[in-house]
């Protein structure tokens, strides 16, 4: 941290226990549903802070990537520190401090009641980068590993809250954050080296009277607003492409926590035990969340642009692999430290149902085939959403027997509900011009409206669920230059899947130096080439093909009758 300075101001308006009972009433308004007395705190304190520095740096060991980067930043608001008092009978408990020679031991009761924190403060950030990816959580596990062994659990005997109910429990308030530019950077690589391969949701203001990320996070909601742009960074030589364009968006993380009933939301009154808890006893058991269940909503009103490539589409594939995978789904012991704690549950095992509604003024996606080759297809819509219903399930292993190995449960993720609908929806395929660079836009087909329904319950007396597809107005047109637009789509995938094919990594074993080996892979290699060799162009046979097909018969006959004149017979 360079240039840090805090400043603490003190007030009368936050001395006293009514005083301070109103503004945690108002900070927090959850707590209007409980019964809270004034004096029924042992500590509470308020006051006003001022944060302020020119730069902020969180990094894991030597990682190019940081976690968190800050400049020209400053925090402002309330901050109020409350403890409970609970009762002496069960909620304080009498230690002994020996403060060493020449003084005597002393007998001190302490409250077991944790400080709670509510908060009323406002971020402002000139540039806010946060960075995480598959790379860094071995780093942030040790992290956390290590952390752990310096802080105590719940000095009743209770199993430790996770850190999305204890921050539920000892932060509680709003904060709202204000950025002039804001980037997000999700690493794609298994190194953390290799920072180059990332996914960046940059927010960025397009005029200068508005901040490009306005974030409210309070209690069960989180907020931003901003004009949002992802690109897509690579090694190559083409970096940082535009992937998706959402001006003026609207972005809802809704969180509903599952408790059990008559739960408590807030964790007001919910106080250890000065006794020590038999095995299997709880004192959270109210308050602790059994699941969450996430809603995300999205609303873009001035319109979205989806930007798509070729490469793109294989990149989006190789980054969803890399953050799905796995790479040690295998529990091998406990590690060097010989940790005996139970394994902590992870954040993305915790949830029960996730919803996304997404709606958007008007849509254009746009294709081409690469940046030299401004050949692909554009489809352009009118207002439409999107909306999805989705399940987790966990599927718990019964007991092992002994010696067996050891597996996580499994977690699968099931569509329960799919629901799309789009109005005026055109389709248009751009084919370049042989003597420019531009490309001509051709009309192909057109749909008044489209809805897609998928439900959760099955056909009966099949293994596929029901599907509702309605389409109304339905437009096409075929001309030559929609064919050869089409053709070359089809012709440049099927040669890049056969360049796949002939590029893998099995190639290299011809270099080997064991002769016998490198004799029997080359040769096999010459075949996979011989194979690529046939390989012919369909637009090529279809246009340049000296022998007479059906479909070049096909093509000669219909120019030949766009040359004669048109007959007209009577009725």
């Known amino acids: 941290v360079d240039d840090f300075t805090l400043t603490v101001f003190a007030d009368k308006s936050m001395n006293g226990n009514e005083p301070l009972k109103e503004l945690l009433l108002m900070i927090d308004q959850d707590l209007q549903n409980e019964t809270v007395a004034a004096f029924e705190y042992s500590t509470m304190w308020g006051r006003v802070i001022q944060l302020n520095a020119s730069n902020w740096r969180v990094q894991l060991r030597d990682y190019p990537t940081d976690l968190v980067k800050a400049e020209d930043f400053s925090w402002t608001g309330t901050l109020c520190g409350a403890e409970q008092h609970g009762t002496e009978e069960q909620n304080w408990k009498q230690f002994t401090i020996d403060p060493g020679q020449p003084w005597s031991k002393r007998e001190v009761m302490r409250n077991l009641a944790p400080l709670k924190f509510f908060h009323d403060i406002e971020m402002n950030y000139d540039l806010l980068e946060l960075g995480w990816g598959p790379c860094l ?15 105590s659990g719940p000095p009743d005997n209770s199993p430790a809250l996770p850190w999305w109910d204890k921050q539920r429990l000892k932060y509680r308030g709003k904060i709202l954050l204000r950025a002039n530019r804001s980037e997000w950077h999700h690493l794609s690589s298994k190194s953390p080296y290799a920072h180059e391969e990332r996914l960046c949701w940059q927010w960025k203001a397009i005029t200068e009277s508005k901040n490009g990320l306005t974030m409210s996070w309070v209690h069960g909601k989180i907020s931003f607003l901003g004009d949002l742009i992802i690109t897509i960074n690579t090694r190559r030589k083409w970096s940082n492409i535009k992937f998706i364009e959402m001006p003026n968006l609207t972005m809802d993380w809704i969180i509903s926590w599952n408790l059990p009933p008559n739960g408590n939301h807030t964790g007001h009154n919910v106080l250890p035990s000065s006794t020590v808890l038999k095995n299997g006893a709880d004192t959270y058991l109210s308050f602790r969340s059994r699941s969450l269940d996430l809603e995300w909503r999205i609303n873009v009103p001035n319109g979205m642009r989806i930007f798509l490539f070729s490469t793109t589409l294989n990149w989006l594939s190789s980054f969803w692999k890399s953050i799905t995978d796995v790479a040690r789904p295998i529990k091998r012991g406990n590690g060097c430290w010989a940790d005996s704690s139970p394994s902590k549950k992870k954040f993305s095992r915790h949830y029960n149902k996730a919803s996304l509604l997404w709606r958007f003024d008007s849509l254009v996606c746009e294709y081409r085939q690469s940046f030299s080759k401004n050949i692909g297809f554009v489809i352009q819509s009118k207002a439409g959403f999107l909306e999805s219903k989705h399940l987790l399930k966990i599927e718990e292993k019964g007991p092992l027997p002994k010696g067996a190995i050891l597996l996580r449960p499994r977690a699968e993720w ?52 029901k599907i509702i597809f309605d389409a109304a107005d339905f437009k096409a047109l075929w001309k030559v230059e929609n064919r050869d637009c089409i053709m070359t789509l089809i012709n440049s995938a099927e040669c890049g899947n056969i360049l796949k094919k002939n590029l893998t990594a099995k190639l290299t074993v011809m270099f080997s130096k064991n002769d016998s080996t490198s004799k029997n892979n080359k040769h096999q290699a010459e ?35 766009n040359e004669e004149k048109p007959v007209y017979t009577g009725l």
């Open 414 to 465: 099931s569509m329960e509900k799919m629901t799309l609908e789009a109005k005026e929806i055109h389709v248009y395929l751009k084919n370049a011009s042989s003597s420019t660079d531009n490309a001509e836009k051709n009309f192909f087909a057109s749909l008044d409206n489209v809805k897609f329904r998928r439900f959760a319950e099955f056909i009966e007396n099949a293994d596929r669920r």
């Open 527 to 561: 075949d996979r080439a011989v194979d690529s060799a046939d390989f012919v162009n369909p637009l090529n046979q279809l246009l340049n093909s000296g022998k007479k097909t059906c479909s070049t018969e096909f093509v000669e006959q219909s120019a030949k009758a």
């Open 137 to 151: 959580e071995a780093a942030w596990g040790e992290f956390q590993h290590a952390f752990d062994r310096i802080t």
